[in-house]
């Protein structure tokens, strides 16, 4: 179902000590502050998940995601973790796709696929991220690029499985930059995206699905980014890092 959404990627930042920290003030006051349909979502590193699910507890506005998963059930994969293992500590949701990974770890189609389908199997959410780099846009190949970014990790899921998705647009040039897209830059892809997967799933998925902006979002964009009609929220990296700055954009709805 459609949701609104402020997901915080934390990336490789914090100490445990720092993160719980950061965690716990964004719990009490999205607790206090939040509308009741807006969910947050706090993508922890891997050694904050377990301390971090502790504190969310029972909050029913707050999820966990991790930043990363491996494609296989378990094995001879030195320093990797498993979607079950996330399972199994309680997480709900799995950031896949995001463009530090394909550009620094080269994950390709084929590996999100995978990995995708990993997250499906142990009942929690991929947070499916799509986007393309600068010289893309200055080229208008943006469009190609995430039909093909999609269509090439996705569109083997059946209907059921693609209506569990978040699916979250970041344009790497817009990514830790300071520069956001604009609304209309926003509202054009987000529509495109729907319009794609309307095509292969049918308009009911595609209007269901959550697809949330990424790319310097903070406080002060938010809102204008946030009322755009196929914008249902946010994938927010640097300013998830401050809990007020973070709340106050999930309060931007
Ligand atoms: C991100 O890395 O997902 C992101 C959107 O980062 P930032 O908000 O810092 O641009």
Redesign the pocket.
């Known amino acids: 179902m459609r949701k609104k959404i402020a997901a915080g990627?934390w990336?490789m930042n914090t100490t445990v000590e720092e993160g719980l920290k950061l965690a716990s003030e964004v719990i009490h006051m999205a607790q206090d502050e939040l509308i009741t349909d807006v969910s947050v979502i706090m993508a922890v590193p891997f050694t904050h998940l377990v301390a971090v699910k502790k504190l969310i507890g029972s909050s029913s506005n707050v999820l966990l995601a991790a930043q990363n998963c491996h494609q296989a059930a378990s094995g001879a994969f030195t320093g990797e973790i498993s979607a079950e293992m996330l399972k199994a500590i309680g997480v709900n949701c799995v950031i896949l796709g995001?463009s530090e990974r394909r550009e620094y770890y080269k994950e390709s189609f084929t590996l999100l696929e995978e990995k995708l389908q990993a997250v499906l199997q142990n009942e929690m959410t991929p947070i499916f991220c799509c986007g393309e780099k600068l010289d893309v846009r200055q080229s208008n190949g943006q469009f190609d690029l995430v039909k093909e970014q999609l269509a090439a990790s996705l569109f083997s899921l059946s209907p059921e499985d693609f209506s569990k998705l978040i699916i979250a647009y970041?344009p790497v040039w817009?990514?830790?930059t300071g520069v956001n897209a604009s609304d209309d830059q926003a509202q054009e892809m987000h529509h495109f995206i729907r319009k794609v997967i309307s095509q292969k799933y049918g308009s009911g998925i595609a209007n269901e699905v959550s697809v949330l902006y990424?790319?310097?979002?903070k406080a002060s964009n938010a809102k204008d980014l946030f009322s755009c009609a196929d914008v249902d929220g946010g994938?927010?990296?640097?300013?998830s890092l401050d809990s007020r700055g973070f709340v106050d954009i999930a309060k931007s709805f």
């Open positions: 990627n990336k995001h970041e817009a990514i830790g990424g790319g310097s979002v994938l927010i990296g640097g300013a």
